[in-house]
Every structure is written in C-alpha cells, then in structure tokens.
C-alpha cells in the first residue's frame, strides 16, 4: 500500500515532464507531416509518462547530457528501436564502466540492428551522425547476425537490410575503445510479442501478402506497446543478464517496536488522564 | 403591608448583598484557546490543521482502508468475473452489455473489461460506484463534519471565514452550507435557507451547485486521479470566488449581516455523533444508489441503440474546439445529469482505455463538477428557489460553465499542456 | 503553576518551537524537490506532493506558536499558544499513524495483512510530526496544572 502511494507520488512529481513531453509530441505531430514518414508510425498513441535517466558523456572536456527526447528530436520521433538502442547503450556503459563518465572517443557500438531508429540514436550517441556538433567522435558499425556488414547506413539501404529482422537482431555490444572491454547487451524473449515481427514483414515490405486493415492496427498497437515498454520497463525485464533487484525484506522489528511503543505510550496516556480526572 | 418603592430597592440591595459576590471573570484555557481560533493570525494556521486532519481522514478511511483495500479486490477480482462467468448472454449480448460488461474495442476486437470502472454494467459499476467508493468516502465524510460540529469548531470556521466571505455578497455562514455541501450538495441546498435575503439565497444555491463536487464525487476522484487533487480543488476555489464576485455585483438585492451564535468547545458526545452519521448516511444512499443504477441502465442503453454516437459527433466539435476534451467526454457528461460520481467513474473508464491526454482528464474532471448539478440537486433547487431565480441560477450556470471552461481551456494552451 | 515550572516550560517550549520551526523549515525545502528521506526521518510527502507543503505550513505554525508562547508563559492566553501548536502535532501525527493503521489492515494479494506485512507497515521511517508527538504531550502537565487553578 505504501509502494502505491510512492508511485503515485512519482507519478505526479512526473507532471511537468509530461507536459514537457505532450508538447515536444505535438511539435513532433506537426513536423512528422511535413517530413517524410516512412519509418514513422503515423497516429501512434502518445509516450506514457516516463522517466529516464540521461546518457551522460564527455565530448572532449565538455560533460554533456543525452537524453532519449534528445534522440527523438533528432530522429523525428522516439520509436520502438530508437528507444530500445538508448536502453542498450545506457545499460552496456554502466556494466563495463559502473558510474564512471565514459568520454565519446572511447565508446564503440556494434549493432546488430539493421534501422534507421537505432543508426539515429547510436549514431547520436557517438557524434557520427550528420548535423551533430561534436569536437569527438566514437565508432559505430552495423554487422548483421550472420556477419556481414552493412556499410551504407541510408534510410533505404537500412530499410531493405532489415526486412528479415528478428529478436536475433536485437543484439548490441558496447565497447569501452581504450581497455577492449566489451558488453554484449541482448534483449529478452518476450519483450517483442511472439508474431511480430511477422506482422512488421506483412505491413511494411508486404512479405509474403499485403497487411489487412485489422492486421496493421494490431501491428500499430503491438508497436506502441513495445515501445512503452523500452519507456517504462527496468533493465532486468528488457535484457538479459540483468539480475532482477531483491525485494527489500520489511522491517518486521522495527515496526513491531514502534507498535508496542504505540501501543504502551496510549495506555499510559489513557491510565493518566483517567487518573487525573479521579483526583480532581 | 406593602413595601414602597424605595423599601423595595432597599430590601433588593440586602439580599444581594449577601447572596451574590462580584468579582471580574477571568478567561479559563478553553476561553484563550476559542479566542485563537477566531483570530487571523493564529485561527488560519489552525484550520489549515484541521482542514489538513480532516483530508487525511478522509483518504485514508475512504481510500486506503476500504475502497482500496478490500473493494477494489471485492469488486474487481470477484464479483465482476463471478457475474461474467455465470450472467447469460456473454460479450456482445444487449441484455449482458447493459447489465454486466459492455465490453470496449481494443484493436478492432471486443474486449471484456477488467475493472468495475470500465465494465459499466448496472449490476458492476452500477453497484461498485455507490458501495465500493461512494459509501465509506460519504461516511468518511460525515463522521468528521459531525465531529466539528459537535466540537464546536464549525462555527468558528464560518467567523475566520467571514472578511473574505463578504466580498462575495456572502456572509462567514456561508461556510456551513459550503461544507455540507463537500458530503451532498442537496442538504447543502437545504441548509442556505437561514440566509436572510432572497439575493444570498441565490448566490449561495449557484455557487453550491456550480463549484461544490460532492464527496461522493471526491471519492471517485481521489481514487482515480490522487494527483491532481490539489489542481482540482484550487480551479474551483478560484472559480467559486471568482464568479461569487461577479454575481454579487450583477445580483440586485442586499446581503445583511446576521448574528450567529459561538458556542464553547466541548467534548463531542459520540451517541450524537453516530446518530447524525446514521440519518446522513442512509439519506445519502437513498438517494444515490436509484439514481447511479438508473444513471448505468440511460447511458448504456443510449449506447446500445447509439444514441450516444450521435450526441458525440453532434457535440464533439464543440468538446474538442471550446473545451478541449476529446468526444467520447459526452457519455460522462451525460450521466452526470443524474449522478457526477457516475460520471466520474466513467472518465476512469476513458483513461484506462488511454484516450485522453492527463490535461483532459483534468478539464473533463472540472467540466464535470460545473456544468450541472445532479438531478437530486436539481430538484432541490426548484423546491427552494421561485421560478425566476431557478431560471436564473440556470442562466448563470450556462454562462460560467462556458466562460470557466473556455478560461481552462485557454490557460491549458498558453502553457502547453492543452 | 509556581516560578519553577513556568521557567521550565519556558525553556522547554521555546527549544521544541526551535525545532519543529527547523523541521518545518526542511519539509518546506524538501517538498520543492519531492522530498528527502534521511535515516528513519522520512519527509517524502504521503499520498501526495501537495501533502508535504500543507505539512510543512503547518509545522512553521507550530513552530511560531511555541516560540511566541513564551513570553509571559503562566498567562493562560499565552499558555493556550502552545496548548493549540501541541494540538495541530496531535492532529498531524494522529493522522500519520491512522495513514499506517488503515495500509496495514488489508494485504497485498490477500484480504487481510500477514502479521509480518501487519508489523512492518509500522516500520521507519516516520515524519517529524511523529517525532514531535511524545515531546509535546508535556503540555498535558501544564493543562492539568492550569485546570487546578482554575478550580
């Protein structure tokens, strides 16, 4: 019961942030029609109250701050791989250099992930990108499961790799350059739902039929959802090798002194005033 | 022989002077104590205690203990899977959608509902909102208003508040009916007729009636949306000064003053106390439960013959263009002509669907508390009031909902929130 | 009541005025970023953030209560200061622990709470209000003392 209240309590702390966030969608909204929307999902539902942590990294002696709003921004939206590649960057940096700042030159990112969502966050992350003002950069490439190596990184070229795309896909190994310790982040079965990536073949490549009108909302929502849940989820229910966080054990003694203290202290009171009255 | 005059007042001054000693009253601790509660400066600190006390109170009996903790599981993980099981019909039957669960679309597919809030059946919501919620927030209620009451604390209250009372053409007894009204607006309405000038009358039955949600409304509230309590309660405090105002300048008539009576403090005898919450309580189901089981059985079958489809697109445009809600706020909008913690529950509904932008449930929650009163409130302002003045108060009422709920609307824009 | 006690509640109160100003002061700054829990002293604000400067308000006022009673504290208008600072702990604190007496009673998958849940939910980390609570029962003796009197 008091768990509820403290969530509640974060929630609402979250508010501004929310409001922060309803109005970045809405610029989002109205820029994503006037750019093109090929890789975006149109009319999606709007982000769930999230709160996320930045990536903090030094750009030569700058410590600068990214956030996932900063990776919407600059892909156009936050989407189900942009979201999922901020996770797996975030997660990578903190097993291979705990709280420590990784500085942009040291960080190498291989990505398995053929798509024009995780190449703008990564690509984000490293200062690679076009139009990112970076004095460093770090190194990130896309290989594909089966090693070969994607060396085209356009919107088309990405888009036609990733037409066969799977959980297999969703590998990313974070590197620290100047140590050669590496993290390989994997997602979990069961954060995509078991068909799909099936239904993304039928409703984006039209493989093997074209998508009916039910097929693509049920798409549309199994997208939305996996994105929330980049959003909300902890590291332990997205990756593997994450070790969900022990319960705290409650405080049976503590709270069962403060009872009888309680408890004793109103039989005194009771026991004086009683008193009191009788004396006068 | 009869006594002269002035043998008289002799034989008076005798007496007296050996019966009756003089001597200047010194005030006792209960005396100082009444006095600081009547003062500015001390007396607002503590109502912002007792006011806090009694909030507290009220989340925690209603909320916590009951809705919450024992309802909620009542309610959702027994009785609403016990009825979809065993109520003949199933998911997409007239009978069993109006009855039990309307079921809701989920990517084209109709989908059961989980929680009582949703289903809106007569024998789910229809029961769950008046026992599950709307029962312990109004005994909650009561048990603490009989309290300060029986204390003596009210009365002091309606002193602190009188300066700021008057700028509204009302006076600091005002209070009472204003408090009444947080439990039931239609005892609320009751209790303006010590008011002495048909003028006051009119204000105060108005501002009850627009700006005062009821407890059984709170509880519905609290439950749902914890977080913006406070933002709810300051949009209508604003409202009901703001429009207060403004009436009593437009309103001709006059707003005497009137001597109240301050009794001392005292121990609250607790026989009292459970007989007054008793009367209230079983007055207030009375009341509540035909209108909510009737408020189920009106929307649900407007959505079966889609009546309300219409009523949505009819009126959605002007929803979504004036107030900013989106269309379906016309199914709560609706049922709150009869009952507003109906209504309410409905919007809950809407949000665990994820159709609306937490602003909006914000806005509809408001909406929902100005735009009408309940039907019992209703009838009890025709009763109390001749037939311009209820014209009037109707008058008024349009306007401020339209004038507020635009204003909302507006400052929702200019930060970004809308 | 005689020199001695007067000179002692004088001092008394004008400590416990110090402090719940202090701590009144902490919840103030500590509900502009959602509070802070510190050892078992836990100002995060209960149900709601609004709570915590509703709280913290109060606490101020106690604070001034207590500090002005001091002067001149065997006058019953000035004594009745800090009677009315003690009663506003009563009611915060009261409601604190009815806030745990109410989660404690109904369990998370169950109807009712195991012991151990039951107990726990008793456990610190406590708000100051809780803290000031047994230090202002002292005033009992001075109400006592004063209803003597009166008698």
Known sequence: MRNEKRKVQMQSAKLPLKAVAIVALVLLAVSSAVISVDAHMPGAKPLPEFELEPISI?????????????????????????????????????????????????????????????????????????????KTKGEYKVILPDGTAVVNLSNKDLKKASKDNTLDNFRFEVCRKSTGECFEVVLKLGVFSEDYFELRKKVKFGIPENATSEEKALFKSEWEDTRDKFLTSPDWELFEDVEEPEEEEPDVVGGATFLSILVIGLILLVALVHSRKKAS | MPLSVDERWDLIDKISKQTVTFGAYKHTLKDAIAELTVKPLTGIPVAIAVIYGFWSFFCDFAGTLFTDGFMVRLFDEHWLPWLQSVFPGGLGNPLYALMVDAGHIENGVLVASDTCFESFGVLTSGLFVPFGVVLWAVVAFYLMFAILEDVGYLPRLAVLVDTVLHKIGLHGYAIVPTFLSLGCNVPGVTAVRPLETRKQRFLMITLLAVFIPCGAQIGIMQDLVPELMGWIFLTLAIGYLGFGFILNKIVPGKSPEIIMDVPPYQMPMWRNIASK?????????????????????????????????????????????????????????????????????????????????????????VLLCIYFPCLATFVMMLKEENWKEFLGSIASLVAMVFVYGGLIHLVGIMLGVA | MNEGEEKFGQIYFAVLGAVALAFGAAELIASAGGGFTWGILDSSGAANPLFLSWRAIILLSVGFFYLSSVKDFAEVHQLAKSVMASIMIWIVAGMAIWSRIAGSIPGEETWFNSLDGFLASYAPPYCPEMFLLPFSLVIMYYIFKEGETEK
């Open chain 1, 58 to 134: 030094y750009d030569g002696d700058t410590l600068i701050d990214i956030s996932l709003d900063d990776i919407g921004d600059y892909h156009g939206e936050i989407c189900v791989c942009g979201g999922c590649a901020f996770r797996a960057t975030q997660l990578g940096i903190s097993k291979i250099l705990g709280d420590e700042i990784p500085a942009r030159d040291d960080i190498k990112i291989v990505s398995r992930l053929p798509t024009p969502g995780s190449r703008d966050c990564f690509q984000y992350i490293t200062g690679t990108g076009p139009g990112i003002e970076t």
């Open chain 2, 277 to 365: 919450l008793w009367i209230r309580t079983s007055r207030f189901l009375l009341v509540a439960v035909p209108f909510v089981l009737l408020g189920c059985l009106i929307v649900g079958l407007m959505y079966l013959t889609g009546a309300m489809d219409w009523l949505a697109a009819v009126f959605g445009p002007l929803l979504m263009g004036w107030f900013g809600v989106p269309e379906e706020t016309v199914a709560p909008l609706i049922a709150g002509f009869l009952r507003k913690d109906l209504a309410v529950g409905m919007i809950g509904g809407l949000m665990e669907q994820g159709i609306m932008t937490t602003f909006q449930v914000f806005t509809s929650v």
